[in-house]
């Protein structure tokens, strides 16, 4: 008889340091994310455009991670010639058509929107993707933190009945798609034990090399040319570097360590924490709703991630 193995017990002390290492990461990564945001809407306002600044966060990012794809074909080739099929399907996932999706969303839906729908994806296809794929099961504790997330989204956007439209729901749609390709990103990197930092060079090379030059063609660069040069450094550091390297390294690591399921409802944080960034960046006061929402999103994530975690699987 083995009774360890029949009587549940608590989690020790290395599940506890694993789940605060999960969480600190998760904040760093809904932190970078919530300072993208603003410092998007700060370089918008200074004369950038998105597409500028999309193009200026995958180009930088795409060249400061070459020298680790260099390093691994020279090291182990193998590593990125056996599986290339799952390095297009995580490129895919994550670097231009995520970018390209969430983009022309913003073009079609308010603004308000874009807080709400990427976001509820990310989570609830976190989850579901998650239950299929992996076989996490979908318990009423994980159930019940989404619904708090997605209701402290809803707070913190002020979203309402008449913000829709039909080009509305075309961005809404686009969001959606959007926020589904990111979990998806998120379980491929947990099935296959893909290396946080080789897949972020892999997405951020990917990007360099198709949307980059797309950028280039279609404007010669004229819009980052034509930038301040204070506001250009600015943007330079904040999304290329910042931003560029440091959310698709974080959320991998974030996956490896809580698993992909838990880790697709930490950027439902950066919404609420872009509206305090947003304060002493551009002089906007967060209201009492938005408060509100981020205090229940922040409950939501804990109770939903706090469960009993998932199996620790090594990673290449």
Do not use: C
């Amino acid at each position: 008889m083995t009774a360890v193995e029949d009587t549940p017990s608590r989690p020790g002390t290395d599940d506890l340091h694993r789940l605060l290492r999960g969480l600190a990461v998760g904040l760093a990564a809904a932190s970078i994310g919530a300072l993208y945001v603003v410092f998007a809407r700060w370089g918008i306002g200074h004369g950038a455009s998105a597409m500028d600044l999309t193009a200026l966060r995958f180009g930088i990012a795409g060249l400061i991670l070459v020298p680790v794809l260099l390093h691994r074909l020279h090291r182990r080739p193998e590593d990125l010639t056996g599986p290339w099929r799952i390095w297009l399907a995580v490129s895919f996932l994550a670097g231009t058509p995520f970018g390209l999706l969430m983009f022309g969303a913003l073009q079609l839906a308010p603004a308000s929107h874009a807080a709400v729908f990427p976001f509820a994806a990310m989570s609830i296809m976190g989850l579901v993707l998650g239950a299929v794929v992996l076989k996490d099961r979908l318990t009423l504790r994980r159930l019940t933190g989404i619904g708090a997330v997605l209701v402290g989204l809803v707070l913190i956007s002020g979203i309402n009945a008449a913000s829709f439209s039909l080009h509305g729901l075309a961005g809404d749609a686009m969001f959606m798609i959007a926020g589904t390709f990111w979990s998806g990103f998120g379980i491929l990197l947990r099935k296959h034990r893909l290396d946080p930092l080789l897949a972020s060079a892999v997405i951020a090379f990917s990007a360099l090399v198709t949307f980059v030059p797309v950028y280039l063609w279609q404007t010669g660069g004229a819009g980052l040319l034509a930038l301040d040069r204070a506001v250009l450094l600015t943007e330079a550091l904040v999304q290329g570097v910042i931003a560029g390297v440091g959310t698709l390294l974080s959320y991998a690591a974030m996956v490896k360590i809580l698993g992909a399921s838990r880790a697709a409802i930490f950027p439902a944080l950066a919404p609420g924490l872009a509206a305090l960034m947003a304060w002493p960046v551009l002089g906007l006061v967060p209201g009492p709703l938005e408060v509100v929402g981020l205090v229940t999103v922040i409950g939501g994530l804990l109770w939903a991630v706090s469960g009993k975690r998932p199996p620790l699987v090594p990673f290449r």
